[in-house]
Each structure stands twice: as C-alpha cells, then as structure tokens.
C-alpha cells in the first residue's frame, strides 16, 4: 500500500530524510533554452499550477508582454498583447520543466537562470535571477526601462557571474549560505540581506579573477551589492532542487510545492506525485508603500512558496522578526507566535538550519498536509505584493495564507488512491 513502507508515518519519514541529506550547490548562470528545451520556440513559463492567457492576473499578462518584448517576438506592447491573446505563445507552469519564477514567473528562453544542483539526487533547478527594485518584468512592468535590464542581465550579470562560477573549484555551497545567514536574520523570502550580502562576499573574488571587462566586473558588483533580495532567487531553485528529489518517494503527506499565478494555488504532495491539488487564490495583506492601499493589491502570485514548502520563508518568521513589521505582522511575539504555529503542521525540525531566536531550534521540516486538514491551519507565506493594473510594480508586503481546500483535495485523493474511501 505504501510501497516499501509499512505505514504513512514511515513514508513520511523518508521524504524528510531526502530533505535533510539535500546538497544543493549553485553551478552556473545559463541562458534559460539552453537547459529547457521546451523554450526554444515561442513558449513561455509561468507561476503556479497551469493557468491561461485569460485567467491570468494583469501583472502576469503584463511581464508576458515584457517577455515578448524582449525576445522579439513583437515590436511594441500592443502588437504583444495581440499575439498573447491569439494564443501564439504557449504557456508551460516552470514546475513542470524543474524551474520556478518569483511573481509572475514569466521566463523566456534568452533570459539567463541559476542552474543549482542537488547532489544528493543528482537533479537540477533553474530560476531567473532577481531584477532588482522598482519597476520590474516579476510584477508586471514591461517598460524600455525593465526590457533594458534584462538585455543587461543577459549579455553582462549572466555570463560574468557565469565565469566566476567557473573559476570555483567546485560550485557555490549553499546550505552554507543558508545556515549562515539563517542567523542573521534571514528568512528567505521576505528578508534575504544576509544570504545576499554573504554570496557577495563569496563570488567577488572570482568575479575579479575572471577576464570581463574592469567597467563589467564593476558594474555586476554594484549590482549585487544593490541588490538585498538576490539571494531569493538562489533559495527557490534550492528548495526546488531538494523538494523535487524527496518527490522520488512518491508515498506520504508531505507537502512537496506550494505555488500561486494569481487565479488558483496549487500544491502536490509527495504521494500523489505529479498532481496539482487547487483552491481559487487569496490576496496578501500586509503594508503598502506611500500613496497604495489594500484594495489595489493583486491577487497572490508566484512560486516563491517554495521556500515555505522547504520550511523556511513566513515558516521561519522567527529567524527575521526585523521582516514581521515589514509585512505587517506586528513584532517579535508575534514572529514567534507564527513559528510555532507553523510547527504545529510540521512533522520535524530541520537540523541543517538552526535558528538562534528560536533557542537554537531547527527550522520546519515537512508540511503534513494531513496536520493542515486536521488542525485547519492554513500554512502563512511571506510575500510581495503586486498593484493589481500591469505595469505599476511592487506596492507593499505582507502574509497570505494557503487555502485549505487545496490540502482537503489532496487528502482526499490520496485516501481514494490507498483504497481508504471509495471514490465519489
């Protein structure tokens, strides 16, 4: 019934083990079609379960336009809309090619991803790097400005952290980073300065051993320096990289993905392999910038829930309670009060992670979608928050909570699949 495992418990049990043996490590910086076949052609990835044009929220309409842009397909934003509209580009979610993409999670094939490892399952996962602040392609801004950046990203940020990564001896070690960071106040999706500062500090030498040009090297530098949430990025395709090796069990509750593209969240669970489990999606609430509100805030989008899944994010809000007022989750008491609860729909604690303001406490270690049903506590995620027009960018951010119907379904699902109830 549970493969080679005598009970749900035990199944359970390996999927964490899987998590925990995880050896992620940062490779290399590649042009997306060179690693994912599928984007060569006029296709383009998306967060969170399949979605369509038409479902879409706008600032994900809106970073497609910026991706067409980009790429050439089109010459200006109307012919582009026109185009997605006739449904000349296909739409693949980046979960199902061993990416993830933060916001509207739009990749193209020219864009340049982080190529991470986990060499305790031998696979790797891909994510587009972070742009930055300001108006952006991940919350929907497609100006001159935002297409700009990315052929920079491409030609300059890609191929020079690329070479520096060469230059290592063996790739980037990123539980590492993580572990350090971790305590200093990272959380990793929300709050990500220490990781960023701490691979800065890691890749500049190489960067500067490399032959790019002084006014490169410089540039690529400033740009990471500049750039607090970078390292969000490098810890989404580590937590996809590890999650999708503890998928391989393929028996169990726990939760291996978490994502949302501003219609639907989905989640998978480890016995259910490959299915997406939905529920129509909530919107953040949190703090907004001068002169927004909560009713110009987007729908939830994304697949940096991830690092939720993984155990950190608004899992770990304790690890960050400098982030809680950011979000609008009031204070450290408050911090921890989430944390705990958190725990509450976990099976363990990761000992990789060990989180100081936590009395030196693990992270959280496997999301029991059996625990969110029983105890119906929906899991909290950290997030930006989205203007609901294209165009505008990042406004805020705050918590959203994981709907209980996706964990209900997938429960239900996999009782029919073990022959525990009969299917209706």
């Given at each position: 019934m549970y493969?080679?495992?005598n009970t749900i418990d035990e199944a359970n049990r390996a999927v964490l083990d899987k998590i925990v043996a995880g050896?992620?490590?940062?490779?290399?910086?590649?042009?997306?079609?060179?690693?994912?076949?599928?984007?060569?052609?006029?296709?383009?990835?998306?967060?969170?379960p399949p979605t369509k044009w038409e479902n879409m929220p706008s600032p994900m309409q809106g970073s497609c336009v910026g991706a067409a842009l980009f790429e050439g397909w089109a010459s200006n934003a109307d012919e582009a809309f026109k185009m997605l509209e006739n449904g000349?580009?296909?739409?693949?979610?980046?979960?199902?090619?061993?990416?993830?993409?933060?916001?509207?999670g739009i990749t193209s094939g020219s864009?340049?991803?982080?190529?991470?490892?986990?060499?305790?399952g031998g696979n790797r996962a891909y994510c587009t790097m972070n742009e930055g602040i300001g108006k952006v392609l991940r919350f929907g801004a497609y100006s001159e400005e935002v297409t700009n950046r990315l052929a920079w990203m491409r030609d300059v940020l890609g191929p020079v952290l690329s070479k520096a990564l060469k230059e290592?001896?063996?790739?980037?070690?990123?539980?590492?980073?993580?572990?350090?960071a971790i305590t200093m106040g990272d959380e990793f999706h929300q709050r990500n300065i220490a990781g960023s500062l701490i691979f800065l500090k890691e890749i500049a030498p190489y960067i500067?051993?490399?032959?790019?040009?002084?006014?490169?090297?410089?540039?690529?530098?400033?740009?990471?320096?500049?750039?607090?949430?970078?390292?969000?990025?490098?810890?989404?395709?580590?937590?996809?990289?590890?999650?999708?090796?503890?998928?391989?069990?393929?028996?169990?509750?726990?939760?291996?993905?978490?994502?949302r593209n501003g219609y639907e969240f989905g989640i998978r669970i480890a016995g259910m392999g490959d299915q997406w489990f939905t529920a129509p999606v909530n919107t953040p609430q949190g703090l907004f910038f001068t002169g927004y509100s909560q009713d110009m805030a987007?729908?939830?989008?994304?697949?940096?829930?991830?690092?939720?899944?993984?155990g950190v994010g608004g899992f770990a809000m304790i690890a960050a309670p400098g982030v809680t007022r950011f979000v609008g989750a009031g204070g450290f008491e408050d911090a921890l009060k989430t944390?705990?609860?958190?725990?509450?729909?976990?099976?363990?604690?990761?000992?990789?992670f060990s989180i100081p303001t936590w009395d030196f406490q693990g992270s959280c270690l496997g999301i029991d979608a059996r625990k969110v049903v029983e105890l119906g506590i929906e899991p909290v995620i950290n997030t930006g928050i989205a203007h609901k027009e294209a165009g505008v960018g990042q406004i805020g951010a705050g918590t959203v909570r994981a709907p209980l119907a996706c964990f209900e379904k997938a429960i239900d699902a996999y009782a029919v699949k073990l022959g525990l109830i009969d299917p209706q």
């Open positions: 493969g080679q495992y050896a992620p490590f940062l490779l290399d910086v590649v042009p997306a079609k060179s690693v994912i076949e599928e984007l060569n052609g006029k296709v383009l990835l998306h967060a969170g000349e580009v296909e739409f693949i979610p980046c979960h199902h090619v061993n990416a993830v993409g933060p916001m509207g864009m340049p991803v982080l190529v991470v490892e986990n060499r305790d290592t001896e063996d790739g980037m070690n990123i539980n590492v980073m993580i572990a350090k500067l051993k490399t032959d790019a040009s002084e006014e490169e090297k410089q540039a690529v530098i400033k740009f990471l320096a500049d750039t607090d949430q970078f390292f969000l990025n490098i810890a989404m395709a580590t937590g996809k990289s590890i999650m999708d090796t503890a998928r391989t069990i393929q028996h169990g509750t726990v939760v291996t993905a978490m994502c987007c729908s939830d989008m994304g697949d940096s829930a991830i690092t939720e899944t993984f944390s705990n609860e958190m725990l509450e729909i976990c099976i363990d604690q990761n000992p990789n």
